[in-house]
């Protein structure tokens, strides 16, 4: 079930700060995700938590089987606040906070809510020439710069970013200034021509050959440097097509939610 709730402010207690929030993002792929596995029946939750069910044996062995039931219906009872990336005004400060003062504007990891109390290692300051609307890309944008971390890419090299949903534009754009040559690859048209317009190169996947082929022809023959998976699917497709079109000692980064069965000759080769 989902609803909105009215309830009082939360406690702000040393090193949080309270927040009002002006505005907030919503995170399709992750909140859908929260949804669905809150809608699904106890066999789909099995299913999309498989390790869970150990946890679950276990607990059974030590604490028995009532107690276990009741646990787990408490927690799956347990309402789940949605989102985690807010922007507001700091209207109050918990004890040990040094960094900032009330009526600053600051983005956090918070939820869809009015008001809202984070740990304030979890919050940053808002530039004055950043809008509200655009500093609440903010958190889903580092998630992004976090897979480019990794992915370690220097000036030149070409990126193939799979999936390009929110999240793996904005990667796209983070790679563009970081020097490097982009591709992008999905199967919604719609993003296809948004990836078009912020000048990154893409290409839809009618034939995974021939797609295999342009990447090489792209990139000398050699193969792409690094490739980013920011796509959400159960099917581990993706990581299999990120091997192929990967150069040797190439970087593949997992950002989104694929099947990781690896073929071992592609890895290996």
Known sequence: E???????????????VLIKNHCSLLSKGTEKML??????????????????????????????????????????QEPIELGYS??????????????????????????HAEVISIPSNLCAHVPNEVSDEEATFTVISSIGLQSVRLSEPTLGETFLVIGLGLIGLITCQILKA?????????IDPSKRKIAELIGIKFYNLNSEQVFINWCMNETSG????????????????????????????????????????????????
């Open 86 to 111: 807010a922007m507001g005004e700091i209207i109050y400060c918990g004890v040990d906070v040094k960094e900032f003062k009330v009526g600053e504007r600051v983005i956090s990891n918070g939820p």
């Open 178 to 186: 970081n020097g490097c040559k982009v591709i992008g690859i999905d």
């Open 222 to 269: 050699y193969g792409v440097d690094g490739v980013i998976i920011s796509a959400s699917t159960k099917s581990s497709d993706p990581v299999q097509l990120a091997a192929k079109v990967s150069r040797k000692k190439g970087r593949i980064v997992l950002l989104g939610v694929t099947g990781l069965n690896l073929r071992r000759d592609l890895f290996y080769k």
């Open 2 to 16: 989902i609803f909105i709730k009215d309830l009082p402010v939360q406690n702000c207690p040393p090193g949080n």
């Open 35 to 76: 949804l669905d596995f809150g809608q699904a029946n106890i066999l789909g939750k099995i299913k999309q938590q498989p390790d869970k069910v150990k946890q679950t044996l276990d607990k059974i062995k030590n604490d028995g089987l009532a107690s276990t039931i009741n646990s787990i219906k408490t927690k799956l």
